[in-house]
């Protein structure tokens, strides 16, 4: 069954650095990686980066300067690199990509089931 598989969220102090990876292991025609998201407790899910089909990236004001998202469409694996972290940055975190399996012409949207991120002070 497809499916996107998180990892690298942990527990890290403030001012270090984490690498998050978003893979889609299973058989698949295609994908199109879209993003990462995030999702503190009590609070509503965020966008926190983005990247285009061309390559082009976009970043939450709150994390720009500090994260840089990237892909291996190769490997099929999205990956965000988190330098210079803050408390405020702890959340779950979510990828996104939207998946065309074999035998379908379809386009369906998945989400990765959420790494934890925590920051201590």
């Known amino acids: 069954q497809v499916q996107l598989v998180e990892s690298g969220g942990g527990l890290v102090q403030a001012g270090g650095s984490l690498r998050l990876s978003c893979a889609a292991p299973?058989?698949?025609?295609?994908?199109?990686?879209r993003g990462w998201y995030r999702q503190a407790p009590g609070k509503q899910r965020e966008l926190v980066a983005i990247?285009?089909?061309?390559?082009?990236?976009n970043y939450a004001d709150s994390v720009k300067g500090r994260f840089t998202i990237s892909r291996d469409n190769a490997k099929n694996t999205m990956y965000l690199q988190m330098n210079s972290l803050k408390p405020e940055d702890t959340a779950a975190y979510y990828c996104?990509?939207?998946?065309?399996?074999?035998?379908?012409?379809?386009?369906?949207?998945?989400w990765g089931q959420g790494t934890q991120v925590a920051v201590s002070s």
């Open positions: 299973g058989s698949i025609r295609s994908i199109n990686f």
């Open positions: 990247v285009g089909s061309a390559g082009s990236t």
């Open positions: 996104n990509a939207g998946i065309t399996v074999w035998g379908r012409r379809d386009e369906y949207d998945y």
